[in-house]
């Protein structure tokens, strides 16, 4: 793991592997992990923004438990988008397969179940 971590921080390492790729691969690489980033950074905005804005909720804790989870979910897709982006860069200068990743599904996943929990949440206060 912390030799994953350094690989992170030393870009001279990286170019000691494999062959100079062409730049537009790499380029690529790095606009994907600008991507994730942006997506990292959104989680995080809603989860502050879910801790500052929502209104109590039907059942006790449930807005801080939305705004941690967003915040947690956010810091997990940017320490993801700089491996997946190590990784990647790495593959491509070894002329290997990409690393193939659930990580994009899991997300998704965990994104529907938040919004159909809210929507439930939602529903339960209206009903009341």
């Known amino acids: ?7 992170w921080f030393d870009p001279r390492e990286l170019r000691t592997v494999g062959t100079r790729p062409d730049y537009r691969f790499s380029l690529a690489n790095e606009r994907t992990f600008l991507a994730w980033l942006r997506t990292g950074l959104a989680l995080i905005a809603g989860g502050l923004a879910a801790a500052q804005f ?3 909720l039907p059942l006790a804790h449930l807005r801080e438990a ?3 989870t967003l915040l947690l979910l956010g810091a997990t897709v940017a320490i ?3 491996d997946h982006w190590a990784r990647t860069e790495r593959a491509i200068r070894l002329g290997e397969e990409l ?4 990580f994009p599904a899991v997300l998704a996943l965990i994104v529907a179940l938040g919004a159909l929990l809210l929507v439930v949440a939602v529903l339960v206060r209206v009903v009341r």
């Open 80 to 82: 993801r988008a700089v």
């Open 66 to 68: 939305i705004a941690v």
């Open 54 to 56: 929502l209104p109590r």
């Open 1 to 7: 793991m912390w030799e994953a971590i350094r690989r």
């Open 99 to 102: 690393p193939a990743s659930r």
